[in-house]
């Protein structure tokens, strides 16, 4: 067992009710306890891949428990003195309730923070009133240089029309690292999809004079690939990663947790779950390889549409479909919605189109 990404789901609480939201919001909080016990016992597992383990924090909204953080990071630290291993901190945030006291610490710790912003439709899809003070925190987070800093926008059918208006106002507002995401909870028909065709191409469009004016690609996705062409999906939950949720349950990804952790009688939960943390800690040499397994044929190779196996199909060593995601649609891990095979089409022609064009 080798982790080189752990996640801490430190609350399943938020205080946002974002419209396209999968998660299950429960008043439920980690402990001091439950980090010391996963801290104690992952510590030996966790080994640098590509030079750093990554700690990332989760919720919820997880600086509803800002204290956890805290005290994660200082026991990860305190066990490190001697070996040194290299950490990097990350946690995802709605932004509300970051204070000048947080950045302080993030700053010291060197954090990478992902702040959840839509963009024009934050006030529609998030919380109404929350997009100037949002647009504000890109420029004050930006102040302290110890913190890695990009955004993730989610755009559904109902506010796609509002997508490349909405990068294009992240990018002028100072993000200079953007990543977007297109909500899978409900399904995309023919005049969504549409819209999202003409949003590429103007985003593209956009993204073409920003490159020959500033040398940059804020948005991720664009950017080229670096290292070796990646040849098709594969899900590297367990592999390399793990998520310990407030429930002491583990999960080799996080996103197992919330889609199937009211769902304890199916076959899915049994075969995704690494159990709970205690009994893990006590026979993990067993459950280890055993749960592995399960998550070893999450590749697209694996994945299938109504019409056929994606094996099958001639773009899939191009196509990226995390499978709990698609999931959210259909209800059966590794089944892939058609309008999914389309947006990734599209996607995949203007980046294209834009690396292309660039010199």
């Known amino acids: 067992m080798e982790i080189s990404n752990f996640a801490f789901i430190v609350t399943n609480d938020c205080n946002f009710n974002c419209s396209y939201c999968y998660q ?28 750093e383990i990554y700690v990332v924090f989760y919720g919820g909204e997880p600086l509803l428990a800002f204290d956890a953080i805290k005290h994660a990071v200082f026991l990860i630290q305190d066990k490190n003195k ?58 004050r987070i930006q102040r302290y240089p110890g ?3 990009s955004t993730n926008s989610v755009f559904t059918p109902a506010t796609i029309a509002h997508f490349s208006d909405s990068l294009q106002y992240i990018i002028t507002s100072g993000g200079n690292k953007i990543e977007y995401s297109l909500s899978t909870i409900e ?9 999202l065709k003409e949003e590429l191409k103007r985003l593209t469009d956009f993204l073409l004079l920003y490159y020959r004016e500033k040398g940059i690609i ?7 690939r670096e290292g070796n062409p990646k040849q098709g999906f594969f899900c590297s939950g367990g592999r390399d990663r793990m998520a310990v949720c407030p429930d002491e349950n583990l999960w080799g990804c996080y996103l197992f947790h919330d889609f199937l952790r009211d769902k304890q009688e199916s076959n899915d939960y049994c075969n995704y779950s690494f159990g709970n943390l205690d009994d893990f800690m006590e026979n993990h040499d067993t459950i280890y390889p055993r749960i592995l397994d399960n998550y070893s044929v999450l590749s697209q190779d694996c994945f299938f549409t109504e019409k056929q196996f994606c ?6 060593d191009h196509c990226v479909v995390c499978p709990i995601s698609a999931a959210y649609s259909t209800s059966f891990i590794g089944k892939i919605p058609p309008w999914i095979c389309c947006i990734e089409k599209m996607q995949k022609k203007e980046k294209e189109r ?6």
């Open 354 to 359: 834009f690396l292309r064009e660039i010199p």
């Open 218 to 224: 804020p948005v991720t996705y664009f950017r080229p």
């Open 147 to 149: 913190i890695k800093f």
């Open 311 to 316: 094996f099958l199909c001639k773009e899939k």
């Open 82 to 139: 001697e070996e040194k291993k290299k950490f990097e901190f990350s946690l995802t945030t709605n932004g509300s309730l970051i204070t000048d006291k947080n950045l302080e610490f993030f700053n010291l710790h060197r954090f990478s923070i992902m702040l959840s912003f839509d963009g024009m439709t934050q006030d529609i899809a998030r919380k109404p009133g929350s997009l100037e003070p949002t647009r504000e925190l890109i420029q």
């Open 24 to 51: 299950k919001k429960e008043k439920k909080y980690m402990k001091n306890a439950t980090i010391e016990k996963a801290v104690a016992f992952f510590y030996p597992f966790l080994k640098e891949r590509e030079g």
């Open 187 to 195: 399904p995309w028909d023919l005049a969504a999809l549409d819209i």
